[in-house]
């Protein structure tokens, strides 16, 4: 009996999706919970499984195609297995069998039996016939699952640097146009309208590393000994902003139409760079997390981007951003804000320069900080005050810590 399968139910802020990938097609068999199609939203990439054992029986919205909340996308025949699943499957556990005594009698191993019965037949049949191990596969669907696009995209993984160049006919100007995904439409959107909508000011200060580098190198194995987690710099940032936005509450504030809204908690999200475009996570409270939550949030963050894992729900609300092009090797940039926010703070590469100090020179590890601000709140005196007061916390994270 054919069920439906349908889209999920969009938040009330995502208005419909686009569906990205299949990853089966009608006929193939599939197991409950396994990954079968991608929807990608404006904001996060959503997945959806199988309902039960079954096979695909039709597909009613094709790659590309735009789909509403709860919109039905294919039809599925739960308990049912097509005579060319059915035959796809026994030869690839004939294959895999095969494999098996190849490596019991001492020939080079193929494929690792229990990693490729582990999998979905279609992904057995590709592992079995390109000859990779599962193990050497990095799994992209739920629960780390293989999928068959993965063991494709292993296959034509770049070859390593030694390999010699495709070679390009001279004088040859090659052009690819490729479509915009969803994700990289609302952020050009979003920029565009920050730059157009708001009266914004960017303002500049530099902050002495050196105090927090000298703590993080004495106390990092202890910290991480302790807590599970690597110190970083990240979170003496959030905290020291978590201080200067309850001093400076226009700057934790936001603009609703004629009214200004002050917000009593402090949602500081946290700008990532993934495949799919920048995205910002946000940490809730800061002001209640200690030093181990925050370093703990942002690496989850992190490892939830690069795997396409964030939900919507980690990337709504916010009351505050930070970027760290410094990652980057940025010595110097002019962050855009993320509205509704009225402000955003930009990080940047930690530079060895020779500073004044009391009459002498020398050489410390200096950061520009940038803060970008909506001028219509926040007035010059208190954006500047903001800053200061974060590169003041920085200098002398005692004063963070004992909270003076």
């Known amino acids: 009996m054919a069920t439906e399968i349908k889209a999920p139910v969009f938040p009330e802020s995502v208005a419909d999706g686009t569906i990205a990938t299949w990853h089966k097609q009608p006929g193939e068999a599939v197991s409950r919970d396994e990954v079968i199609c991608d929807i990608e939203t404006d904001k996060v990439v959503l997945e959806v499984v199988a309902p039960a054992d079954g096979t695909i029986a039709s597909i009613i919205k094709g790659e590309g195609d735009t789909v509403l909340s709860n919109e039905v996308i294919a039809q599925f025949e739960e308990g049912a297995v097509s005579g060319a ?14 494999a098996v005594v190849q490596t019991e009698a001492g020939a080079a191993p193929v494929v690792e039996r229990a990693q490729v019965a582990d999998q979905a037949p279609a992904v057995r049949k590709a592992l079995t016939e390109s000859g990779i191990p599962a193990a050497d596969v990095a799994g992209t669907g739920r629960g780390g699952r293989i999928t068959k696009e993965d ?41 565009l309208a920050a730059t157009q909508e708001t009266a914004m000011l960017t303002t500049f200060n530099e902050v002495n590393m050196k105090p927090i580098m000298e703590m993080r190198a004495q106390y990092k194995d202890a910290f991480e000994k302790r807590h599970g987690a690597r110190l970083g710099f990240m979170s003496f940032f959030v905290k020291a902003a978590t201080e200067a936005l309850k001093r400076y509450p226009a700057v934790n504030a936001s603009i609703d139409g004629d009214d200004i809204v002050y917000h009593g908690y402090y949602d500081i999200g946290v700008a990532v760079s993934s495949e799919r475009g920048l995205v910002v996570p946000v940490l809730r409270d800061t002001d209640r997390m200690n030093y181990a939550e925050v370093e703990n949030g942002i690496r989850d963050f992190a490892y939830k981007a690069r795997d396409g894992k964030l939900g919507i729900e980690d990337m709504t609300g916010g009351t505050f951003t930070i970027t760290n092009g410094g990652t980057f090797g940025s010595l110097l ?31 410390l590890p200096m950061m520009y900080l940038a803060l970008s601000y909506d001028h219509r709140l926040i007035d010059g005196k208190e954006a500047v005050g903001f800053l200061v007061t974060i590169k003041e916390l920085l200098e002398e994270p005692a004063k963070l810590i004992l909270d003076l």
């Open 85 to 98: 699943a059915q035959t796809e499957a026994v030869q690839s556990e004939a294959k895999v069998e095969q």
């Open 151 to 191: 063991v494709a995209n292993h296959q034509t993984k770049p070859a390593a640097p030694t390999a010699a160049p495709l070679s390009v006919a001279v004088g040859e100007r090659v052009e690819k146009r490729v479509p915009m995904t969803r994700l990289r439409k609302r952020v050009a959107e979003r920029l």
């Open 333 to 363: 940039s002019t962050p855009i804000l993320n509205t509704p926010q009225t402000a955003i703070l930009g990080m940047h590469k930690i530079q060895e320069r020779p500073m004044a100090v009391n009459g002498q020179v020398e050489i």
